[in-house]
C-alpha cells in the first residue's frame, strides 16, 4: 500500500515555474518504486510526463518536455519533485503523482498510466497567457 499527496499546483503566469511536490507513505515490503508525473486535462487520457526509479534515480522524461521539466527526489525517496520551468497555457492540466514497483520503469512503459496501481489526488497548475 501506498499513499501519495501531491501539493505545489497553483496559478502561474506563462514563463513562469512551478515545483510539485508528491509525499509518498509506503506500507509495503518494497523500498523502491518507479513513481511518474502525469497531467490530464478535461476529456483527455492522463499523459505520462516523467517518471523516477527511486532506487537508482534514474530518470524518463516525455519527449516533447524534457528540456522544460526535471523530476528530482530526496535524499530520504520519500519525495518526489516536478520542476517546471518556462510553462505555457498548454501545460494547464491536473497534475497527478503515481507509484508502482520498479519494473515499470524498467519496462519502458513508465508512460502509460494504466501501468500504474498507486494514485494521488493531484493538484491544478493553471497557466494564464
Known amino acids: 500500500q501506498v499513499q501519495l499527496v501531491e501539493s505545489g499546483g497553483g496559478s502561474v503566469q506563462a514563463g513562469g515555474s512551478l515545483k510539485l511536490s508528491c509525499a509518498a507513505s509506503?506500507?509495503?515490503?518494497?523500498?523502491?518504486?518507479?513513481m511518474g508525473w502525469f497531467r490530464q486535462t478535461p476529456g483527455q487520457d492522463r499523459e505520462g510526463v516523467a517518471a523516477?526509479?527511486?532506487?537508482?534515480?534514474?530518470?524518463y522524461y516525455s519527449d516533447s518536455l524534457k528540456g522544460r521539466f526535471t523530476i528530482s527526489q530526496n535524499n530520504a525517496k520519500d519525495t518526489v519533485y516536478l520542476q517546471m520551468n518556462t510553462l505555457k497555457p498548454e501545460d494547464t492540466a491536473m497534475y497527478y503523482c503515481?507509484?508502482?514497483?520498479?519494473?515499470?520503469?524498467?519496462?519502458?512503459?513508465?508512460?502509460?498510466?494504466?501501468?500504474?496501481?498507486?494514485w494521488g489526488q493531484g493538484t491544478q497548475v493553471t497557466v494564464s497567457s
Open positions: 523516477i526509479y527511486t532506487g537508482t534515480g534514474n530518470t
Open positions: 509506503r506500507y509495503t515490503y518494497s523500498r523502491n518504486y518507479c
Open positions: 503515481a507509484a508502482d514497483l520498479p519494473a515499470v520503469c524498467w519496462s519502458s512503459r513508465w508512460w502509460a498510466m494504466n501501468e500504474y496501481t498507486y
